[in-house]
């Protein structure tokens, strides 16, 4: 599973036989079955998770005890708690696969090793983190500025990967509605 992973590097950075070499060693392979919780709210996350197959989110129980669906990540990506697990601090969030998933995991002392001994890694990260940084402030501006219907049709234009494997009631927190207004929304499309 770590070609997935060194081919997107490679893509952007030149891979020396050292940071292959490193990318391999601090990182480990894990098939994990849907609806399994990898890092529990409460706790400090324990890994960073590159997503080679199947769809993960991040959500947090609000006042009232419902679910409520932060961020919905998909294949090829990285996924975790990030603030928390780079600082090491109690995160509010779960992370759950949604789908049976295959992923490569990095604890955080092997991302500490990655980014103190590989120029690549570290680069590769600041890319990462500045298209985090661009996609949530994208995010922010549509949850404010669009209608719950536009918000729907532009998930359906832009990630039709998670309409079709992600439940609905997930999709529908995601997007900061209901899941009777996704309904109504998605009748009012086919009709």
């Given at each position: 599973m770590h070609h997935y992973l060194l081919k997107e590097i490679a893509e952007r950075e030149h891979?020396?036989?050292?940071?292959?070499?490193?990318c391999m060693k601090c990182s480990e392979s894990v098939s994990v079955l849907k609806n399994t919780?990898?890092?529990?709210?409460g706790k400090i996350p324990q890994y960073l998770y590159y997503i080679v197959?199947?769809?993960m989110r991040l959500f947090y129980y609000d006042e009232n005890g419902d679910e409520a669906t932060m961020h919905i990540n998909c294949p090829h990506g990285f996924f975790t708690a990030f603030s928390h697990f780079s600082n090491q601090s109690i995160s509010p969030v779960?992370?759950?696969c949604i789908t049976d998933c295959e992923l490569l995991?990095?604890?955080k002392p092997n991302y500490d090793i990655l980014m103190k001994e590989s120029v690549v890694w570290k680069d590769y990260s600041l890319f990462v983190l500045q298209e985090s940084m661009t996609y949530h402030e994208n995010r922010s501006k549509d949850l404010a500025t669009l209608t719950a219907d536009q918000r729907y049709r532009?998930?359906?234009e832009t990630h039709p990967e998670i309409i079709q494997n992600v439940p609905l009631q997930y999709i529908?927190?995601?997007?900061?509605m209901k899941p009777e207004s996704?309904?109504?929304?998605?009748r009012n499309l086919i009709t």
């Open positions: 891979l020396s036989d050292l940071d292959t070499e490193l919780i990898l890092e529990e709210a197959s199947g769809f779960n992370v759950e995991r990095i604890s532009k998930m359906i529908a927190s995601f997007l900061g996704l309904s109504r929304i998605r």
